[in-house]
């Protein structure tokens, strides 16, 4: 096989070694690696002819699909990057990112032209936008946007020569673009290189056994390294990808007996509807080898269930957008809920291959005894090249010896097996989202029936934990806890939005005025061993 060492190569080996194998199933559509290839250096003629050039962002608002596949790689063959935004956010929030990442192309799925058109006139460095799905316009492709920005992107990327521009990529250059949640209230560009991302992949590849006759589902969100991501970790080794547009639990079922999947990432949360499919247990699931799951614990009660249902190997992975995912890793000789090592599913499991892990006290910055709780720092070559345009965030987070500060609280046990205890960071992660307290606060506080308010995360069912405003009201205003819910979906994402509000007189503070969010958490949390669900 040619030598990978970036993404672009990913694409331009298979291309030429297994041109006729499937890279991509999407419904009923078949793309095979040739025409992958192909598709993806019309793209990259398409972005070079609108002027994006070596690391410039092209930016993509669309759900899981094959277009993904041909703008990432369509982008990686010019050293560009491909931005995926997180469809569910809010149209506000999808115009910042875009013009934070400075992309010069906007590529906009059926679903999302809506959002598009209540944006366009605020985009600042967009001078293209493609638009799936919709019928050609005028000669050009254009499709109605009045200032001639917007093209059909079919007519548009067919137009172009199917000829690769030969830039080539270096290990520290750029190749994937993700935004994180923000912790002080606006989304930080994530910018993982070629170097994070083979850092992963040949450790991957081994450890989760995958082949080239692999057949990959991509279930989760593209704009997820939980997607994206883990998207590429099987078309690295030249496997074919299941791309699902929507995660519908009954669809999933099918399809694997149907499509013959062998591997794929899903979200606990995920496995647990798989399970509540009619029929669940009488499909055929013969075909699976290894699931990974993660982005948030699991039910001892739901992980022996998908065992004796799947009957295939079981990984947990614990990682973050930053580390280019999994660092942590609990083996499937771990996942014996009847065994003596039971009380590892408790936990995340052992740092990867070329993975360190401390835990250290964050006020001292001294390393913690075995058991005792501190923050979670990691150094690999898997963690991220800093922040998009803020130095001093990555300085924050990334200490001058390379050590990862990833705002998770947890410990290590005498065998080296890693727990997660709680977030320092006062994170919320409701059904594999993060969603960071502070830019709730941000946007309730512009409500003008609230004087003051707190965002907390409580136990949910179905999610594992949701949003709970705690609000001091304005006197003399009145307001409902369905105007506060109403308020907060108009300008927030719905999963970042409370489920419920709880009233007080005044917020607990200590005395330098920081609210005690573990004061307000504790009585959901009574008689639990964790603080995160």
């Known amino acids: 096989m040619g030598t990978i060492q970036t993404v672009a190569d990913i694409v331009r080996v298979h291309g030429a070694e297994r041109a006729d194998h499937i890279a991509l199933y999407q419904d009923d559509r078949r793309v095979t690696w040739a025409e992958l290839y192909e598709r993806a250096c019309r793209m990259a003629n398409l972005l070079s002819a609108a002027g994006v050039g070596p690391e410039d962002r092209v930016a993509m608002l669309d759900k899981n699909g094959i277009e993904h596949f041909e703008v990432f790689y ?29 992309a010069k192309v906007f590529v906009v799925g059926p679903d999302f032209v809506p959002v598009l058109d209540a944006i366009e006139g605020e985009l600042t460095t967009v001078t293209s ?60 560009g994530v910018m993982l290189t070629n170097a994070n991302f083979f850092g992963l992949l040949p450790v991957a590849k081994e450890m989760w056994e995958l082949t080239p006759e692999s057949v990959n589902l991509a279930a989760m969100p593209l704009f997820h390294i ?25 669809a999933l079922v099918r399809l694997i007996g149907e499509l013959g999947i062998t591997h794929g990432f899903v979200v606990p949360a995920v496995l647990q509807f798989m399970l509540m499919v009619p029929g669940v247990h009488d499909a055929d699931f013969s075909s699976l080898q290894v699931l990974v799951y993660g982005a948030s614990p699991i039910s ?3 992980l022996a269930q998908s065992v004796s249902t799947f009957g ?16 942590v890793n609990l083996a499937p000789a771990d996942h014996d809920p009847t065994g003596p090592h039971r009380h590892r599913l408790r936990s995340c499991g052992l740092p990867g291959p070329g993975v360190e892990v401390r835990i250290v006290d964050p006020d001292l910055g001294t ?52 727990y997660i205890h709680d977030r320092v960071k006062d994170m919320i992660v409701s059904g594999g989202e993060n969603v960071y307290p502070a830019e709730v606060e941000n946007v309730l506080m512009s409500h003008p029936g609230i004087a003051d308010v707190a965002v907390i995360g409580v136990p949910h069912e179905r999610w594992g934990e ?29 999963f970042k939005c409370p489920t419920s509000v709880d009233w007080l007189d005044a917020l607990p503070r200590n005395p330098t005025g920081k609210i005690l969010k573990k004061d307000l958490r504790a009585p959901y949390w009574e008689g639990r061993s964790r603080n995160v669900n």
Request: proline share 3%; charged share 25%; with cysteine.
């Open 74 to 102: 369509g982008a990686a063959l010019l050293n560009a990057v491909c931005v995926d935004v997180n469809w569910r956010l809010a149209a506000p929030e999808v115009a910042f990112i875009v013009n934070d990442a400075e």
């Open 129 to 188: 936008v493609l638009v799936i799905g919709q019928d050609a316009g005028q000669d050009a492709g254009q499709v109605d946007g009045g200032d001639g920005r917007r093209a059909d992107y079919e007519t548009a990327v067919a137009a172009q020569p199917a000829v690769d521009p030969g830039v080539r990529q270096t290990a520290d250059d750029i190749a994937f673009q993700l935004y994180s949640s923000g912790t002080t209230g606006r989304p930080k």
């Open 226 to 250: 939980g997607g994206g991501g883990w998207a590429v970790a099987g078309q690295y080794v030249g496997a074919s990808t299941v791309v699902l547009r929507d995660l519908d639990p009954a």
């Open 300 to 302: 001892e009660e739901v």
């Open 312 to 327: 295939c190997k079981f990984w947990q992975a614990y990682g973050l957008t930053e580390t280019t995912g999994a660092v």
């Open 367 to 418: 390393d913690c005894h075995q058991g005792e709780v501190g923050e979670i720092w990691i150094r690999s070559p898997q963690v991220m090249k800093g922040y998009w345009h803020m130095p001093e965030e990555t300085a924050k987070s990334i200490n001058g010896e390379g050590w990862f500060r990833s705002g998770d609280a947890g410990y290590l046990d005498a065998d080296g097996y890693v």
């Open 466 to 494: 949701t949003a709970k405003a705690m609000v001091v009201r304005r006197a003399g205003v009145e307001v409902t806890e369905q105007d506060i819910i109403d308020f907060a979906r108009e300008r927030l994402a719905k």
